[in-house]
């Protein structure tokens, strides 16, 4: 969910740059290209891996299409999203359980 | 929840599906075509839309933009057989489920990688041969990242040329076939297909700079300060490449999920159909990769064949039977030159997971004989991805067939399974 401190924000400058996007990862902006999926904006921020499995060992995207379930958020709410199968969009929020 | 009927609904927007809606779409009857990614175009054609690669893709898209009557939906996964001649999808795109009906089927679902369990496959980091094309198709930037491309199959030349085009280190392309294979392999293209020989010259003098090691496979991964070290072997020395990221896939397995639910017959894990694309059951047509792994040029001309049956123009379609089965002859003995070798049964070590939803190493499994087995007694192949991981691995390692398929084909969330059911007063009981 997005706050409505944080809407107030992306609302204020959305248009700086119209290629871009802003996410909101845990809660800090994420300036992201336009038409890039979730998983490839967490990538390009340096996040390798954003997931514990059930034994608790670091897990990032690995299949890039949407079998694998390895690169799964929380995205606006929804837990358990394929973040390599969503686009980004203006405002979305994106809860990692940890990042590294 | 929504009805929708459609004379032909088609599963899957890559070159097969393409192929099969702009066809169908001539005779003037109503098509949809269904697919889970964010946009048409397949792995292949991935991103590819409004900016294609290729002189074929180039024509694709614009037949496309042509066709009427069709509807590409996209964000959209078939989860289970609702009724006869009915779907149920999920719709993430609009936020709902819906019946979809049709007239005829096609399933032009494609393939997915085979992944083999190596010690160290699950770090960061490790990703699929075509999953980090797909990534770095997706937006993934891996600009000046050092990566090692490993496994087999023709695939890897083509990821390697992809990502170095994308600014990328190639350190290494590790191919685990023999060179006399891979000779083998190159000499029947230069006779019978000159111009996909052509494309492999070209990508390999594209990667002039990176070593192509023949008959070697990786064993082991580690994590150190520097990124990854992976260990590879020729079978008798060893020695080991440093990289930031590791593609590692070992060819390509049909997705013949759907067909086996719908009930469809199938053979060596491939959809078995006759000559006009038709499956065992009458209205259901498959085409491409999911009838056995042949490539772009063949699912495009079995996505062709199948929409024209599909909407009852059969002479159009025979005259495109003589091509299809030349590639299809063609593709059948490709598939044998990249043969996977026996000692890649033997790279899992005990600790090894093989199940990296539910984190099932290799030890847990070996000794329990089936996929219904593994499931009941160690949660191999239970979690999220259902098996579409280490099924295909499990088939491999141990010749395990029973990889068992079942409604909602994608994990979907309860709240939008019971709301949808609920809330709308015709479907109360």
Same mark, same amino acid.
């Given at each position: 969910?997005?706050?409505?401190?944080?809407?107030?924000?992306?609302?204020?400058?959305?248009?700086?740059?119209?290629?871009?996007?802003?996410?909101?990862?845990?809660?800090?902006?994420?300036?992201?290209?336009?038409?890039?999926?979730?998983?490839?904006?967490?990538?390009?921020?340096?996040?390798?891996?954003?997931?514990?499995?059930?034994?608790?060992?670091?897990?990032?995207?690995?299949?890039?299409?949407?079998?694998?379930?390895?690169?799964?958020?929380?995205?606006?709410?929804?837990?358990?999203?394929?973040?390599?199968?969503?686009?980004?969009?203006?405002?979305?929020?994106?809860?990692?359980?940890?990042?590294? | 929840?929504?009805?929708?009927?459609?004379?032909?609904?088609?599963?899957?927007?890559?070159?097969?599906?393409?192929?099969?809606?702009?066809?169908?779409?001539?005779?003037?009857?109503?098509?949809?075509?269904?697919?889970?990614?964010?946009?048409?175009?397949?792995?292949?054609?991935?991103?590819?839309?409004?900016?294609?690669?290729?002189?074929?893709?180039?024509?694709?898209?614009?037949?496309?933009?042509?066709?009427?009557?069709?509807?590409?939906?996209?964000?959209?996964?078939?989860?289970?057989?609702?009724?006869?001649?009915?779907?149920?999808?999920?719709?993430?795109?609009?936020?709902?489920?819906?019946?979809?009906?049709?007239?005829?089927?096609?399933?032009?679902?494609?393939?997915?990688?085979?992944?083999?369990?190596?010690?160290?496959?699950?770090?960061?980091?490790?990703?699929?041969?075509?999953?980090?094309?797909?990534?770095?198709?997706?937006?993934?930037?891996?600009?000046?990242?050092?990566?090692?491309?490993?496994?087999?199959?023709?695939?890897?030349?083509?990821?390697?040329?992809?990502?170095?085009?994308?600014?990328?280190?190639?350190?290494?392309?590790?191919?685990?076939?023999?060179?006399?294979?891979?000779?083998?392999?190159?000499?029947?293209?230069?006779?019978?297909?000159?111009?996909?020989?052509?494309?492999?010259?070209?990508?390999?003098?594209?990667?002039?700079?990176?070593?192509?090691?023949?008959?070697?496979?990786?064993?082991?991964?580690?994590?150190? !300060?520097?990124?990854?070290?992976?260990?590879?072997?020729?079978?008798?020395?060893?020695?080991?490449?440093?990289?930031?990221?590791?593609?590692?896939?070992?060819?390509?397995?049909?997705?013949?999920?759907?067909?086996?639910?719908?009930?469809?017959?199938?053979?060596? %894990?491939?959809?078995?159909?006759?000559?006009?694309?038709?499956?065992?059951?009458? $209205?259901?047509?498959?085409?491409?990769?999911?009838?056995?792994?042949?490539?772009? !040029?063949?699912?495009?001309?079995?996505?062709?064949?199948?929409?024209?049956?599909?909407?009852?123009? %059969?002479?159009?379609?025979?005259?495109?039977?003589?091509?299809?089965?030349?590639?299809?002859?063609?593709? %059948?003995?490709?598939?044998?030159?990249?043969?996977?070798?026996?000692?890649?049964?033997?790279?899992?070590?005990?600790?090894?997971?093989?199940?990296?939803?539910?984190?099932?190493?290799? %030890?847990?499994?070996?000794?329990? $004989?089936?996929?219904?087995?593994?499931?009941?007694?160690?949660?191999?192949?239970?979690?999220?991805?259902?098996?579409?991981?280490?099924?295909?691995?499990?088939?491999?390692?141990?010749?395990?067939?029973?990889?068992?398929?079942?409604?909602?084909?994608?994990?979907?969330?309860?709240?939008?399974?019971?709301?949808?059911?609920?809330?709308?007063?015709?479907?109360?009981?």
């Amino acid at each position: 969910m997005v706050t409505q401190e944080q809407q107030a924000v992306t609302e204020q400058t959305p248009s700086e740059d119209i290629d871009k996007v802003c996410l909101w990862v845990n809660g800090k902006p994420l300036h992201v290209a336009r038409g890039v999926t979730v998983a490839a904006a967490l990538l390009n921020a340096r996040h390798l891996a954003w997931r514990r499995s059930v034994s608790n060992t670091p897990r990032g995207p690995f299949c890039g299409m949407g079998i694998c379930f390895e690169c799964c958020a929380t995205v606006d709410g929804q837990e358990r999203v394929r973040t390599c199968q969503v686009l980004c969009r203006d405002g979305m929020s994106v809860q990692l359980e940890e990042s590294r | 929840m929504e009805d929708f009927t459609f004379d032909v609904v088609i599963v899957g927007a890559g070159p097969a599906g393409i192929g099969a809606a702009v066809t169908a779409s001539r005779s003037g009857k109503s098509v949809a075509v269904l697919d889970d990614n964010v946009d048409i175009g397949g792995q292949i054609w991935r991103g590819e839309r409004t900016r294609p690669l290729t002189r074929e893709a180039q024509h694709w898209f614009d037949e496309v933009r042509r066709a009427r009557n069709v509807q590409w939906w996209c964000e959209c996964a078939v989860l289970g057989v609702e009724g006869p001649k009915q779907l149920l999808v999920h719709d993430r795109s609009r936020q709902q489920l819906c019946r979809i009906n049709y007239q005829s089927l096609i399933l032009a679902t494609g393939a997915v990688e085979l992944f083999l369990p190596i010690s160290g496959w699950t770090l960061p980091g490790v990703f699929g041969a075509g999953g980090l094309q797909a990534l770095a198709k997706s937006g993934y930037s891996v600009c000046d990242k050092r990566v090692i491309v490993a496994g087999s199959g023709p695939l890897l030349l083509a990821v390697a040329a992809y990502l170095q085009s994308r600014g990328a280190q190639l350190m290494l392309v590790a191919e685990q076939a023999p060179w006399s294979r891979v000779y083998g392999y190159a000499l029947h293209l230069l006779v019978y297909q000159y111009t996909k020989f052509r494309h492999g010259v070209s990508l390999r003098r594209t990667l002039r700079k990176t070593p192509y090691r023949v008959g070697c496979w990786p064993v082991r991964i580690r994590s150190t !300060e520097n990124g990854l070290q992976v260990i590879f072997t020729d079978g008798v020395k060893y020695f080991s490449e440093s990289c930031d990221l590791l593609a590692c896939g070992f060819g390509l397995v049909p997705n013949t999920e759907l067909a086996q639910l719908i009930g469809c017959r199938l053979e060596q %894990d491939r959809l078995v159909v006759n000559r006009r694309q038709e499956s065992s059951i009458s $209205g259901v047509y498959g085409a491409g990769e999911v009838c056995g792994i042949a490539g772009v !040029e063949t699912a495009l001309v079995e996505g062709q064949i199948a929409g024209y049956h599909a909407v009852g123009q %059969d002479r159009t379609a025979q005259r495109l039977y003589r091509r299809r089965d030349r590639l299809r002859r063609f593709a %059948d003995r490709l598939q044998k030159s990249f043969a996977l070798r026996d000692e890649l049964r033997r790279v899992p070590e005990p600790d090894t997971i093989v199940c990296r939803c539910e984190d099932v190493t290799f %030890d847990q499994v070996r000794d329990l $004989g089936s996929c219904r087995a593994a499931r009941l007694m160690a949660r191999c192949g239970m979690g999220p991805c259902q098996g579409r991981v280490c099924g295909p691995a499990l088939r491999f390692l141990f010749d395990w067939k029973d990889r068992s398929v079942r409604p909602p084909l994608l994990p979907t969330p309860a709240g939008v399974l019971c709301e949808e059911y609920v809330s709308d007063p015709r479907d109360s009981p």
